[in-house]
């Protein structure tokens, strides 16, 4: 099976301004969250993300394709690594405007919500997405990109069978045309979902882990691996990176190479890093320069 080549944006796509010209029921449901995130700030009773998004919700339920109208908009999700790959996003697209961001890990709707509500003109926002609301949160958005990270049974009591979610995240990648899903191709669940997207960015950042992907996602058979990667006797197999993660470098198919040379410790960053490298890089953000954002982030070096 033949992945359809990675669509990559040109570099000099302007990022389109945010929203202004929002609904009279919308922009109510803004000021409203926003009062109520504020006032839960100030009485100690929490960062105020979830209440005003679930404020906004209530007002205006059609407030998230709103709020999201006219940004470029990336939504990354996965079962591991959500967190940090999103902040990693949002630190190197700063580089190309005010980012929106729900950086405080508050991932279903709510906070995705609230993340926009804090920031309705910023021209750029970064969410992370909760595995099981993901389908719901980018019917509504309609991202520039979707980063798929991995699938795995870590939080198996809260999201339910990966199986499921793979064939959730397989329709939402087939829904969205004109969405390019960014996709770790080391892992045989991601793979087989974002096989369905139009646009697909392949990225080799490591296998992790092996034990929910043992058997193939499309016809149950056992998954095959080797030196040159995976596949399956039904035809699944692992597509050609455009990006490789190699140690402590990122590859392009081209040869391209940079150092990622993070503050942040562990094989785990450095994939989260290659991932954000890639999808920023598709838009518009050269490698170079996102590197030199990552490593600003974390602890100093001793």
């Given at each position: ?47 105020g993300?979830?209440i ?26 996965g ?51 909760d ?19 991995n ?116 094989r ?30 974390g602890?100093?070096?001793?």
């Open positions: 099976m033949s992945p359809s080549p990675p669509a990559v944006l040109d570099a000099r796509t302007p990022i389109a301004p945010g929203p202004r010209h929002l609904p009279a029921r919308t922009r109510l449901a803004v000021a409203v969250a926003r009062f109520a995130a504020a006032v839960s700030r100030r009485l100690g009773l929490g960062a993300g979830v005003g998004g679930r404020i906004a919700l209530r007002l205006d339920p059609g407030v998230l394709r709103r709020l999201s109208r006219n940004r470029t908009v990336v939504l990354v999700t079962t591991n690594g959500k967190t940090t790959t999103a902040l990693m996003l949002s630190r190197v697209l700063e580089t190309l405007g005010e980012v929106a961001g729900n950086g405080d890990g508050a991932n279903m709707p709510d906070g995705v919500v609230a993340a926009l509500v804090a920031k309705p003109e910023a021209p750029v926002a970064v969410l992370e997405v595995e099981t609301y993901l389908s719901g949160v980018a019917a509504q958005v309609r991202p520039s990109c979707l980063v798929l990270l699938l795995s049974r870590d939080q198996l009591d809260r999201v339910g069978e990966v199986r499921t979610i793979e064939r959730e995240f397989r329709a939402i990648s087939a829904a969205l045309p004109d969405t390019t899903v960014v996709a770790n191709c080391d892992d045989p669940l991601v793979t087989s979902a974002a096989l369905a997207s139009a646009r697909p960015l392949w990225i080799s950042a490591g296998p992790g882990w092996h034990a929910d992907a043992v058997a193939c996602a499309r016809c149950g058979q056992a998954i095959h691996r080797d030196d040159a990667g995976w596949h399956c006797v039904c035809g699944l197999t692992r597509p050609d990176p455009l990006w490789t993660l190699r140690d402590d470098t990122v590859e392009t198919a081209d040869g391209t190479t940079v150092t990622l040379d993070l503050r942040l410790p562990g785990a960053n450095a994939a989260n890093a290659a991932v954000a490298v890639a999808t920023a890089e598709h838009l518009g953000v050269s490698p170079h320069v996102a590197v030199a954002q990552l490593r600003a982030i602890g100093r070096r001793r």
